[in-house]
T-cell receptor, first 110, second 114 residues
């Protein structure tokens, strides 16, 4: 599975959009991009995933560049409850191993 | 549905003691996983089981054994606990399908080895 690179930390003002980048320059054609988040010491929570097209659900939007070498997770209106560590993972859908890096620690500021 | 249930939530062991962490899922998922998370670190995969009857090593398997008892249950055993195994342990499961291979995590088991 391809490796990912994320900034270690970011801040965002409450109510503003939070844009979390992820670099995955070695991604292969059939690998998906997954995003999870971990709030304090809880188990990680699935947010969204995508292959090529941009995706949106009730939690977030995922923008994948045309060359698929990077992506951005967008939380449209960040709240204090969105303060968490966000993990970007790239893997085959049929793969059996999810490898988490150290993620991005997002702090939403009042 | 309860999702993924882990027991115990907290455990304190002395060096050299053994224990088993239990994990059960009620989502009919084929794959199950054990991760550990040390303070300030990301999750590291210990072992996983792609299906009932199979297990494979992850990134950090040394000092652990696993058993996939049936489709629902996947246990993690520490035969001789060491202080380096002090960590939070997370169990997870995932289903099948191209886009639906998403992990569901348990609440975690916090283990301290003295």
């Amino acid at each position: 599975d391809a490796k990912t690179t994320q900034p270690p930390s970011m801040d965002c003002a409450e109510g503003r959009a939070a844009n979390l980048p992820c670099n995955h320059s070695t991604i292969s054609g059939n690998e998906y991009v997954y995003w999870y988040r971990q709030i304090h010491s809880q188990g990680p929570q699935y947010i969204i995933h995508g292959l090529k097209n941009n995706e949106t659900n009730e939690m977030a939007s995922l923008i994948i560049t045309e060359d698929r070498k990077s992506s951005t997770l967008i939380l449209p209106h960040a709240t204090l409850r969105d303060t968490a560590v966000y993990y970007c993972i790239v893997r085959l859908p049929t793969g059996n191993q999810f490898y988490f890096g150290t993620g991005t620690s997002l702090t939403v500021i009042p | 549905n309860a999702g993924v249930t882990q027991t115990p939530k907290f455990q304190v062991l002395k060096t050299g003691q053994s224990m088993t962490l239990q994990c059960a899922q009620d989502m009919n998922h084929n794959s199950m996983y054990w991760y550990r998370q040390d303070p300030g670190m990301g999750l590291r995969l210990i072992y996983y089981s792609a299906s009932e009857g199979t297990t494979d090593k992850g990134e950090v398997p040394n000092g652990y054994n696993v058993s996939r008892l049936n489709k629902r249950e996947f246990s993690l055993r520490l035969e001789s606990a060491a202080p380096s195994q002090t960590s939070v342990y997370f169990c997870a499961s995932s289903g099948q399908g191209t886009g639906a291979n998403v992990l569901t995590f348990g609440a975690g088991s916090r283990l301290t080895v003295l």
